[in-house]
């Protein structure tokens, strides 16, 4: 499995758990996306920091703010893997 896939895969686990009020599969789910992430990076310490924060929610029994933040996070991972159309500049000559 490409890492792409499991990353939905992974928030799609975790979207379902909070949309079912499951506690555990949520917090298993976050912990999963969590554990996955180099924290070598800002751009992976802000990830880890959303997680943190729906898993905060989460053991707060808020699963609708999780869920919410989560699908706008999938639906980004996923245009991200959408290849990109071709676009032809017009403003210089190919020669």
């Known amino acids: 499995m490409d890492p792409l896939h499991a990353i939905l895969r992974a928030h799609d686990r975790a ?5 079912a ?6 917090r298993q ?8 992430l180099e924290l070598d990076t800002a751009e992976a ?3 880890d920091s959303l997680y943190a924060r729906c898993e905060s929610a ?3 029994r808020d699963f609708v703010g999780p869920a919410r933040r989560l699908r706008t996070l999938r639906e980004a991972w996923s245009r991200a893997g959408e290849p990109r159309p071709l676009v032809t500049r017009t403003d210089r000559p190919l020669c």
């Open 45 to 47: 310490r802000s990830f």
């Open 29 to 36: 789910a976050l912990g999963l996306l969590r554990h996955a």
């Open 58 to 60: 989460v053991d707060q």
């Open 21 to 26: 009020f499951d506690h555990a599969t949520a």
């Open 15 to 19: 979207i379902h758990a909070c949309e």
